[in-house]
């Protein structure tokens, strides 16, 4: 268990809807990233936060959008959902913005029909 | 393009036998390399990670090495156990780039009792 957690664990919704996922980091981490695993383009970063503010932006839809706040946890919200974006959203968080470790959550696997 | 890449998608090894997992970069301004392993419905574990400038780091069973001027690393298991049979992923960073990782495509490791 590596202290992040992610709700929810599947979450199947329509073609132009808008999701929510939510991701709380381990306690005292104060950097949370996102990112994307789909079956054709791998594990890829989205967006990561360090004490509530955007730090570094990655291959992210304008449709998503992230944010994190004052206790830490983070929400990266999606919108105008495609088939497309069926993938395994992983959150991770590491102590500081900088530094090698990030500990991953388990995900969240999204299902667009 | 793909900046790190992990050319194996599958291995398999008989267990007490050594297990070598090998990852190819493109990109010299990475700073530091880590492995990460993945077991289904599970969230990425770190493993080890080695800075560039290094070219080996051990921690028990796991060793990396790291040959910068053929931009490549491999990770090795000895002795390999059914245990490890999971997916490991290669991942890099540049510290001038964000924490973000970036990571190659995965090789799934099988080991056979």
Redesign the interface.
């Known amino acids: 268990d590596s202290g992040v957690t992610q709700t929810p664990k599947h979450l199947i919704t329509a073609t132009g809807q808008r999701v929510t996922l939510r991701c709380s980091p381990r306690s005292g981490d104060l950097s949370v990233y996102w990112y994307q695993q789909s079956l054709d383009q791998g594990l890829q970063f989205l967006i990561q936060y360090y004490n509530g503010e955007e730090r570094a932006k990655g291959n992210i839809l304008e449709r998503f959008s992230a944010q994190q706040f004052p206790d830490l946890h983070s929400e990266l919200n999606l919108s105008s959902l495609e088939l497309g974006d069926s993938a395994l959203y992983f959150c991770a968080s590491s102590l500081q913005g900088t530094g090698n470790e990030q500990f991953f959550g388990p995900g969240t696997r999204l299902t667009v029909l | 393009d793909q900046q790190v890449k992990q050319n194996s998608p599958s291995l398999s090894v008989q267990e007490g036998r050594i297990s070598i997992l090998n990852c190819d970069y493109t990109n010299s301004m990475f700073d530091?390399f880590?492995w990460?392993k993945k077991y289904p419905?599970?969230?990425?574990?770190?493993l080890i990670?080695i800075s560039s400038i290094k070219d080996k780091n051990e921690d028990g069973r796991f060793t990396v090495f790291l040959n910068k001027s053929a931009k490549h690393l491999s990770l090795h298991i000895v002795p390999s156990q059914p245990g490890d049979s999971a997916v490991y992923?290669c991942a890099a960073?540049m510290?001038n780039?964000?924490?973000?990782?970036?990571?190659?495509?995965?090789t799934r490791l099988m080991v056979k009792p």
């Open positions: 530091y880590l990460y419905a599970e969230g990425p574990t770190f990670s992923f960073i510290n780039a964000g924490n973000m990782l970036t990571f190659g495509g995965g």
